[in-house]
């Protein structure tokens, strides 16, 4: 029977439970948490351009990576050397759901060689015989055991045992910074070096659904389906063994409405909010990507113009135009020949499909007029074999209302660095799941220099709420890498495995030393904003630092203060 999970003939969505039984009783579903299912449709069956019949929230985002190939800055060496402190992660779970991990590599073994991982759920290994571990809610990929793993390390070829590896090398260098085993050759150590592990491997985003989203087919990204049932897991294995869990999102995307509403955000939240779970999620690093537009649009404007470079390679992508449930607009394309397509509107279920005559280029334009949940207007732009050169949208104000419009385009390597908004906007650039509340997100600074990172994204998100919460290193720091050497990375996720390695120390303190045995991940992070470094001369919270530099040291300060 063909696995939907992993068939390209099937395609992902995503559906809230209380809606599962408007559904045909043939469909089958997968449940992922309380509030949310998976389901797959026929890719047959699916309108690229005209999404009404499955709903703009019902079709999962892809994520990319958010790092790029210290302690003393964080007060962690003093804490670790504090013998009545000491703290080392012992007794908590740190979960990374990303690239996979060098499972062979020293900073993740105990001294006497065993592993510190306890599972791996690695999504890409879909074997014909399925092992002996009990997968029924978690119908692909392959489960390995801590004992899968040690018996694998015993052998001559450990990967013939466990096929499990991470050639990009993305979330073994997270997981490492968070919690890697001291190497004092080389001068390494993970925040939490006696932590342990549990990973799962994410899939690659299918191909029909980067279709669907117009990405190229060679750009690494997940689909947020995956992470989701990434996130499941890691918070099974952390209830089955009684262990706090310190989970790890270095993933961002531009996708979506940057309020934190969406499927992965909302149970990240609910997560955070758990007994004896934390959440840290990278802030994404699209300060200077210049991919994000923003503007106040007065009532006494007919329209504004919004001006963009498409570069000669970047043929398909789309951007994303939100306005505020008050602010009904049409728009203007005006292509860089001069044609133009005039007085698109906000129609229910209109859907523009248009193939320009003076250049290559072919657009979809799904206008949403209410975004279910906050009543928002969407209007989704898909480019196909795009022209390069300047592009214009003439925004028009309908009801000649005061109301703030934003733009987004893709994250990542999505698109090249020379597709940009003329008029960029470099705060509210916060990627998804960023910018949802309970969790912890993280923004990048450098050691070296005491400034922001420049790529680090900055706050607030689109409905003002306070992101990023912290900044931590994450420029140029140490890292485990795909083979058993160590490499330099710098981005937000960085910076995120930083703080998760922080919250692991505070888990030690607080669940296995027994000083709050029923702490939350909103309560660690209001321990940690409390105990943030802050600069005499800058107002916090803002958008750039949030509440400040992260600081371990600084929490036990003030609570004996």
């Not at 469909?27 to 998976?38: H, L």
């Not at 001559?156 to 190497?183: C, F, K, Q, R």
């Not at 890292?479 to 030690?508: H, K, Q, R």
Request: glycine share 8%; proline share 6%.
């Amino acid at each position: 029977m063909e696995n939907k999970f992993i068939s390209e003939n099937y395609f992902d969505l995503l559906i809230p439970n209380v809606s599962v039984g408007t559904l045909n009783p043939n469909i089958v579903v997968t449940r992922v948490n309380n509030t949310y299912s998976i389901f797959h449709l026929p890719y047959e069956d699916i309108n690229r351009c005209d999404f009404s019949g499955i709903g703009y929230n019902n079709i999962p985002k892809c994520f990319i990576l958010e790092s790029t190939f210290v302690l003393e800055a964080t007060g962690v060496k003093r804490v670790q050397s504090n013998p009545n402190l000491a703290l080392m992660g012992t007794g908590v779970l740190i979960g990374i759901i990303d690239s996979g991990i060098n499972y062979l590599h020293p900073a993740f073994l105990f001294n006497d060689n065993t592993s510190r991982i306890t599972s791996i759920w690695d999504q890409t290994v879909n074997p014909t015989d399925p092992p002996a571990t009990d997968q029924e809610e978690f119908p692909y990929g392959t489960i390995y055991t801590k004992e899968d793993i040690n018996r694998a390390l015993e052998q001559p070829y450990p990967l013939e045992v466990v096929p499990t590896d991470d050639p990009i090398g993305h979330g073994t260098a997270i997981a490492g910074i968070a919690g890697g085993s001291a190497d004092r050759a080389n001068d390494f150590s993970g925040v939490a070096p006696l932590a342990e592990f549990v990973i799962v491997k994410l899939k690659q985003a299918k191909n029909i659904t980067k279709d669907f989203l117009s990405i190229p087919s060679d750009v690494i990204c997940y689909q947020e389906t995956d992470v989701m049932m990434g996130a499941k897991y890691v918070e099974k294995v952390a209830q089955q063994l009684n262990r706090p869990l310190a989970l790890c999102i270095a993933l961002g995307s531009n996708q979506g409405s940057h309020d934190g509403l969406g499927a992965l955000s909302s149970y990240l939240n609910d997560l955070s909010e758990l007994p004896k779970t934390c959440v840290t999620i990278s802030a994404g690093n699209q300060g200077n990507t210049r991919r994000h537009y923003s503007r106040m649009i007065r009532s006494v404007e007919e329209y504004i113009e919004v001006e963009f470079n498409v570069a000669v390679n970047d043929k398909k992508f789309f951007i994303e135009i939100w306005t505020e449930p008050i602010l009904r607009i049409s728009l203007d394309i005006i292509s860089p020949s001069g044609e133009r397509i005039e007085n698109l509107t906000p129609r229910f279920g209109e859907t523009t499909l248009y193939t320009f005559v003076f250049e290559p280029t072919k657009l979809c334009v799904k206008n949403v007029p209410t975004v279910p949940i906050t009543g928002d207007q969407l209007i989704w732009i898909r480019f196909e074999d795009a022209q390069s050169g300047l592009w214009r949208f003439r925004i028009h104000n309908i009801d000649r209302a005061n109301a703030e419009v934003n733009a987004w385009l893709p994250a990542g390597s999505t698109i090249t660095n020379d597709t940009y908004f003329i008029q960029s906007d470099t705060y509210t650039t916060i990627t998804t799941p960023g910018d949802v509340v309970s969790p912890i997100t993280i923004s990048s600074y450098d050691t070296l220099t005491g400034g922001i990172s420049v790529f680090s994204s900055k706050g607030y998100t689109r409905v003002s709420e306070i992101k990023p919460d912290l900044v931590a290193p994450g420029t140029e720091l140490t890292a485990p890498g795909s083979t058993n050497g160590y490499v330099n990375v710098s981005g937000t996720g960085a910076a995120a495995a930083v703080n998760t390695g922080i919250v692991a120390l505070l888990f030690e303190w607080a669940i296995t030393k027994g000083f709050y045995t029923g702490i939350t991940g909103v309560e660690i992070k209001t321990f940690l904003i409390r105990g943030a470094d802050r600069d005499l001369l800058i107002d916090y919270p803002n958008r750039t630092w949030g509440f400040g530099k992260v600081d371990l040291y600084g929490v036990f300060e003030r609570l004996i203060l």
